[in-house]
């Protein structure tokens, strides 16, 4: 069925260090990745999205990696801030626009 | 340009009480969505629309839940009667992607949500 499996739920790194995030997917036919940072009381917003059509994306210390063959991808956050405390979201896409997300990641960046 | 609105941002009722949310998506979006987000979870999409159609309702409990769009532009969720397990944030959504798939995949713009609370 439809599912996006997301780990670690919880993440604590030290300020300055890197977190990774790893998802899987289910569908072989997706295509499409977003990921949402959510801060406490807030919607969900974009921080990166990739396609199909490519295996990694970065936009400054955010990068996002793709396994199409193996239904893999990650969030790498680099040089973490304190404001990059926050739930993060995978999601995938599937038919007809559908995107199916993980339970989210918490993140947590220890001074 | 405006974002995706969304009234009552708070709601409090009790159970069997009938409650319904409204949503106003991005100007232009052909496709919106609701999604009902349990605390500590990810958003589960509820129902999507492309203009006034659905595309998608699986994981919409139907014997209580409804959901319209007439016009292809506001929609409003309805829950009646309201559990106790409906208490989450129902958060609307909306994209201009065209409905097909493929590589027209673009960015869900979310409202700010309401929290339902059922007691």
């Known amino acids: 069925g439809e599912n996006v499996e997301q780990h670690p739920s919880t993440l604590s790194v030290q300020e300055g260090d890197s977190a990774v995030i790893k998802c899987t997917y289910s569908?072989?036919?997706?295509?499409?990745f977003p990921w949402y940072k959510q801060e406490l009381g807030k919607r969900p917003q974009l921080i990166i999205d990739?396609?199909?059509?490519?295996g990694e994306k970065k936009d400054q210390r955010i990068a996002v990696t793709l396994n199409k063959t193996a239904k893999h991808f990650s969030l790498h956050i680099t040089e973490t801030q304190p404001e990059d405390s926050a739930v993060y979201f995978c999601?995938?896409?599937?038919?007809?626009?559908?995107?199916?997300f993980g339970k989210g990641t918490r993140l947590h960046i220890l001074p | 340009e405006a974002g995706v609105a969304q009234s009552p941002r708070y709601k409090i009722i009790e159970k069997r009480q009938s409650v319904a949310f409204w949503c106003n998506p991005i100007?232009?979006?052909?496709?919106l969505y609701w999604y009902q987000q349990i605390l500590g979870q990810g958003p589960k999409l509820l129902i999507q629309f492309q203009n006034n159609g659905v595309v998608d309702d699986s994981q919409l409990p139907k014997d209580r839940f409804s959901a319209e769009r007439l016009k292809g532009v506001d929609s409003t969720l309805k829950i009646q009667p309201a559990k106790l397990e409906d208490s989450a944030v129902y958060l609307c959504a909306s994209s201009s992607s065209s409905g097909t798939s493929g590589m027209s995949y673009n960015e869900q713009f979310f409202g700010p949500g309401t929290r339902l609370t059922v007691l």
């Open positions: 569908d072989s036919a997706s295509n499409y």
């Open positions: 999601a995938a896409s599937y038919r007809d626009d559908k995107i199916i």
């Open positions: 100007s232009g979006h052909a496709t």
């Open positions: 990739i396609r199909s059509n490519v």
